[in-house]
Nanobody, 120 residues
Framework: QVDLVESGGGLVQAGGSLTLSCVAS????MGWFRQSPGKERDFVGS????????LYDDSVRGRFTISRDDARNTMYLQMNSLKPEDTAVYYC?????????????????WGQGTQVTVSS
């Protein structure tokens, strides 16, 4: 069992930046998904257990960066150049594999989510 707690969501203007954090109760491969009302939960990015491998969705590549601090059991999502279409609830997730995946079904553990709202 891995418990995950996200923080850092909020309201930001388009073009601005925001950093989300996710504290995990155990070291795992971790990722971020997001979900807007009426839409599917979409992959944002992931980072492997070692931190050596990251994956990003095309919609955020070059704007978002995932990192981890294993001394703090924390994963971060640095979001720059935010757009109104980035507005969503962002979920931290983890699995017991060694690398991440773009499929939500391959993650066993989920946080409660944190709202990110980007105003135009």
């Amino acid at each position: 069992q891995v418990d995950l707690v996200e923080s850092g969501g909020g309201l930001v203007q388009a073009g601005g930046s925001l950093t989300l954090s996710c504290v995990a109760s155990a070291r795992s491969t971790m990722g971020w998904f997001r979900q807007s009302p009426g839409k599917e939960r979409d992959f944002v990015g992931s980072i492997s257990r070692t931190g050596h491998t990251t994956l990003y969705d095309d919609s955020v590549r070059g704007r978002f960066t995932i990192s981890r601090d294993d001394a703090r059991n924390t994963m971060y999502l640095q979001m720059n150049s935010l757009k109104p279409e980035d507005t969503a609830v962002y979920y931290c997730t983890a699995n017991s594999r060694t690398v991440g995946s773009k499929l939500s079904t391959e993650y066993e553990y989920w946080g409660q989510g944190t709202q990110v709202t980007v105003s135009s």
